[in-house]
Structure formats: C-alpha cells, structure tokens
C-alpha cells in the first residue's frame, strides 16, 4: 500500500530512504552503504517475527491471517533509538565513523603497530583496566581525564595517550592483553578470519552439508534451543526443486501437480 506500492524496493534504495547512509561513514566522507545487504536481512527477520506472531495468534483464537512486511517500514523498526532521538528529543545523528553510539571516546578505532582494534571500553571499570594494561594510569591524575565529560571534551589528546602505546605490539597481542586486562577490545578480522573464529567453531555455528556440486560449509540458524533447535540439513535448493513436494504437502493431489508442472506453472 501507499504511494511507492509499484515501485521496486531493493537493498541500496531502503538504505538510502531510511536514513541508514546518513549515519553511516565517517564525518568529512559521503554517505555510505552498509558492508552487506542489511534492508533485506532486516525485512527477512521481521518477516520471521511477523509469522510467530500471527502463528500464536492463529493457536489463541483460530484464525489465519495476510501478512504485509515492507522493507522500509521493517528498517525503520530497527533504526528506533536513532530515529526517536530524533521525534523525541530532536537529535539529528551525524556520521561518526567508528564511533559507538554511546558517543564515549573509548568505544572507537585506534591505531596499533600493524593496523588498528576496536575498543569498547564503555565504563569506569573498563576504563581503568584500559589504563593499567597500557601502563597509564598516572593520566587519571590529569585533570583532562578524571572523568567522561572531560574525557570527551579532550579525546584527541586521550587518543594520542593511548595510541602511544598501541604503537608497542600488534592487534592480535594486544586483544590478548586487554581481554586478560578486562577491557574489551576486537581487532579486525577479514571473512575468512571470521569464518574460523573458535568461538564460532565451539558453537558449531558453520555448518558443512553435502551440496548438489559437492560439499558446502554455510551459516547455522544464528540461534540454539534447549530442546531442539534450527541446523542446517540440507543444501540449499535450485529452482524449483521442491515445489511438488511442497504443493503436495499443501493438500494438492499428484495430477493437479501434474497439470501444473505441464503448463509451465511450476
């Protein structure tokens, strides 16, 4: 419905209506798409929300329903701390690069000998085993420093402190430290990295199957339940490939499937 309901909606085009490449990138940079197809990932969730919600209503009262997902309106659901600090308060977020939205200078990119970690030092705890890891924490009799609101107001010169002695190792040593230090810190891992974290691994998150062309190692259902939950056991499927059986499974009988597979339906 409404005035774009014969318009095409793609990935780049939701996430430029929605405000997403507004606020995405760094200040003295254009605006910017995500790094994946984000709209459509968050259409496909909402999707998925919207059908255990209609399902559980169908169990309390009887009735099935039409379900209506959009692309920009599911995008806006996920965007709401950003838009309603906005509506309600007026704030209008800029690009921050990256910068956690907390807006703590802590929580931020930072060089080290080889590239760069991400820090998400977010708290006074963290902060502290930030500086003892570093070795600074003599900065916190630095009237600059001695809390958030100068902290913020003097980031340069705090970054300055802290990238001094990032310069000392690398991304992967110092991720060990911080982690041990507990002042949680990432560095930047490429896909392939990713793909073969031990954390993922441990979680049996990437999944091997036996594809129509060989073996395929994909992505598990992203969740676990006690008593059962989703796994990957099948490749996915070519065109068509299960239609019959779904029709079937519908309560159609073999030759309506028949005269359907004939005239070029399925």
């Not at 073996?215 to 059962?228: D, E």
Request: aromatic share 6%; net charge negative; charged share 20%.
């Amino acid at each position: 419905e409404g005035p774009w309901k014969n318009t095409p909606s793609y990935d780049g085009r939701i996430q430029a209506t929605s405000g997403i490449m507004s606020i995405t990138g760094h200040e003295d940079s254009v605006p910017t798409r995500a790094g994946f197809a984000v709209c459509d990932a968050l259409s496909g969730m909402t999707s998925a929300f919207a059908m255990a919600a209609a399902l559980q209503q169908r169990n309390l009262t009887g009735k099935g329903q039409l379900i209506d997902v959009a692309m920009l309106d599911a995008t806006l659901t996920f965007l709401s701390p950003t838009v309603c600090e906005y509506t309600i308060a007026g704030v209008k977020q800029g690009r921050f690069g990256n910068q956690a939205v907390s807006r703590i200078p802590t929580a931020n990119l930072f060089k080290v000998k080889d590239g760069h970690i991400l820090l998400a030092v977010n708290n006074e705890g963290q902060f502290l085993n930030l500086l003892k890891c570093i070795g600074r924490e003599d900065i916190l009799e630095d009237p600059r420093f001695v809390d958030w609101p100068t902290r913020i107001e003097n980031e340069t010169a705090l970054r300055e402190v802290i990238e001094t002695a990032f310069a000392e190792a690398d991304a992967e040593t110092w991720e060990k430290r911080l982690a041990e230090a507990g002042a949680p810190a990432s560095q930047i891992n490429s896909l392939s990295d990713a793909v073969s974290h031990p954390q993922l691994e441990h979680r049996d998150v990437i999944q091997k199957v036996d594809g129509h062309y060989g073996p395929m190692t994909l992505i598990g259902s992203g969740f676990k339940l006690a008593h059962g939950g989703g796994e990957v056991d099948r490749a996915p499927a070519t065109l068509g490939e299960h239609s019959a059986e779904v029709l079937l499974e519908a309560g159609y009988s073999d030759s309506e499937v028949s005269e359907m597979r004939d005239a070029g339906i399925i």
